[in-house]
């Protein structure tokens, strides 16, 4: 351990390493300051349009919105994939807490679901064993036996930019007639099968938080390969109104979801480099791979089969659970400067969510005591 | 009229003249370029703290939290006033669609209710009258007798930055027992008897749109003198995260509405400028009421007595309702240039609003039919 700590501070040097920093040169800042010389810095603006195309492109979807973050993303792949109040919608427990505050918002209920320890996605298998055993369809519609209530949908999250078991998933979602969301949120620039993820779902949603892979201060995007979902998913995050030069009129209750110009241009020129972030987060996933190597407690996190990820954040598993042992090697390396966490708390053990609908979670509950992330900067090689 | 044109472009001079434009100095991008170069873009800052503690002296409000824009400050602002499910919020009609949506984000009900003809705000003579009809208390909780739902609160706007009679509102409120919410969104540096509005209210919500009278690109604030609900929309605008170093635990269901520090930097360098905008809008309204002062068949808005109002958007308003003569008004000047509007449609005409609760409406649909805006950017005179 303390010759692994060794080559740890060897590879980063010294200083002070936060988990992940943005990285920006000098065209973020011309981009930006083209905002503020124009005036152009609010919801709308050439940016705004070039940020949407621009992913487009790079992702292979058909729409992308962009929003204000990834959260608002979320709530509103939920509303538009057709989550209705009072519904169910499966969902991890071992993701970030917008994924399911996501599902309240739109006055639904999460329902957790068991994870597959490949991934830290949703395990297919698991997943369709036990639809099989609670559900029941009624009018082409999954029904929870349990609640009575409908189960109109499922999330997963590429956790840590890894993608998941998409295609066996969505294979589950397909035979129960359920639509299938894809919180893209930390996965930017991650692959499966030469497709990128957020293409799988009706609807998807990416971060671009500070913490993200690529940033715009604050952001997101909603990405739909359905044309027509494209139009609704625009005209609803922003505020439903009716295109006219001087009238107001909404048709329907919006939301002012609109990412400002500003942030936008952040997005343009960060996006221009995402593969060069990208080879780079990847070389310092293979450095650490090999400074783990001979660990016999823990190993570090790999890209699934199949996949190309983004190595948004690195990973180090433990191979028993040790809720001690994590927390001393958190607090050492943080003491060394060298920022690590555990993963978030699963969803399930928060006061809020505790009487939340749910099947076995055991996998999920090791897992909080078993994962520790590191910093996972592009900036940590030139 | 043609007279009334001439002069009017003798004012504005060539080109084009939106209704309300940002105005920048180098101030703006040195603060934006300072996040871009230390990295510092994200959802914590220094410019977030700074411009909370800005707000906070400008306004003499004990705390501001700022948020993405003004609609979730709204939303926040309704919440934290203890709106709950199900309630009905008495809403003017004449104001922004935000200002009834977040209701709806509540999953609460807008109760529309009356305007007066000086501020456009609330009448609050109408409003004592219709409630001695309407309502009954029971257990110290205002209920409607028609709908037998709670009517927990009551939110005025303060139109094109005019304070509403506040004060004569806020005495019917407590009078019926119900919560107090200002829509300010329009009303930065405007005082009512010396007191900036948002202070009247238990929460309050400001704007930072780029139409604005200072912008961050989008932004908002809600605003409270209640040091503990302070402490409560801090909480529940950032996830409702308790506070660690590396764990993740929420205690409630929060929001992610917080404000990127580059939007915060530009709020921070406006809100320095704000006293030299009002300057210069005042003179802007100044020479608007000169010009307007022949015409027989309409008036220039001037502010309530006891106010002193930004005039972030100056209004003429017609002696007479009249849908044909300002329609002319409006493209006429939109032909030239000069870009005008009506006032917004009033929301009880909004297809998804239209079988809500309300009183008499008369005035508010007459006003749709006499209120036009006019250019209002304090770049408008040096």
Redesign the interface.
Known sequence: MIETLKKLKEFLGDGSFPLH????SQE??KC??D???T?W????GKYVDQFERDLEKYTGCKKAVVV?????ALHIAYLCAGVMPKDEVLCPSLT???TA?AI?YC?AIPHFVEIEDQTLGIDPEKLRKYLCGIGVVRNNRLINKETNRNISALVVTHIFGHPSKILEIKSVCDEFGIALIEDAAEALGSFYEGTHVGNFGKCSALSF???KII????GGAILTNDDELGIKIKHITT?A?IAH????????????Y??????AA?GCAQLAKIEDFILRKRKIASIYKDIFKAQKDFYFMEEPEHARSNYWLNAIILKKPDANFLNDI?KIT?QEKI????I??PLHL???FQNNPRMNLSLTEEMEKRIINLPSSPGLIK
């Open positions: 920093e943005p990285n920006f973020e800042e930006v300051l905002c503020i010389k005036g810095v609010s919801s709308v204000m973050n990834g959260t608002s970030f807490v917008a505050n309240r006055n938080n500070g913490n940033t715009t201060g604050g505020t109104k030069p001087w009238e107001y009129v909404h048709d329907q209750l919006g939301f002012n609109r990412m400002p110009n500003i942030n952040l958190v943080n920022h690590s966490r555990p978030w708390k928060l006061s809020y």
